[in-house]
């Protein structure tokens, strides 16, 4: 991914409004932390639009998806600020939601934070579930294997006898 990286940056050198950079996790520990960094590589972003401890990018990691995000999704784009970059429907909405006071913003803005803090949990809750009857599984077979095995090695040594003494037995006549 680094060299897809470093490209991309390459691409946005001359950008006033993107920069694309990249921090060292395991040197700024703290810094990562802040930013809810938990695993590597993490890429995360900041607009206008993000948590304050911005989003995680969740694409491709080859050159073209990066830039296809970076041109749609970061630098100018359609906002309150910004509304010549919008569509009309677009237009609505953001309007409906300025009519709107600070506090319904927040309890609105948390729902939504809460519901996909939920979906996650749920999810891996449920992942748990499924590792723990997983290995639960894999227990019962290895259990089976183990109390089939010793006949088995049985069968086939009599087999292979067999057929090992009825070539014995073809060869003298």
Do not use: H
Not at 64 to 76: C, I, N, Q, R, V
Not at 78 to 107: G, M, V
Not at 147 to 154: A, K, N, W
């Amino acid at each position: 991914m680094k060299p897809a990286w470093d490209q991309l940056g390459e691409s946005f050198a001359d950008s006033k409004t993107v920069l694309i950079g990249d921090v060292d996790c395991t040197i700024e520990k703290d810094l990562c932390s802040r930013f809810g960094v938990r695993g590597y590589p993490t890429i995360k972003y900041f607009t206008g639009a993000t948590a304050a401890d911005g989003d995680t990018y969740e694409g491709g990691r080859d050159f073209d998806s990066l830039k296809a995000f970076a041109d749609e999704s970061l630098g100018p784009s359609c906002a309150p600020d910004n509304r010549d970059l919008c569509d009309e429907e677009q237009l609505k909405e953001i309007d409906a939601a300025l009519a709107q006071s600070a506090e319904d913003l927040d309890a609105q803005i948390k729902e939504i934070q809460d519901g996909i803090e939920t979906a996650e949990k749920y999810l891996k809750d449920e992942v748990a579930k499924l590792q723990e009857r997983y290995q639960e599984l894999n227990k019962e077979k290895d259990d089976k294997i183990a109390e089939l095995s010793p006949g088995l090695r049985v069968l086939r040594s009599a087999a292979a006898f067999k057929k090992a003494d009825g070539a014995a037995a073809k060869d003298e006549l």
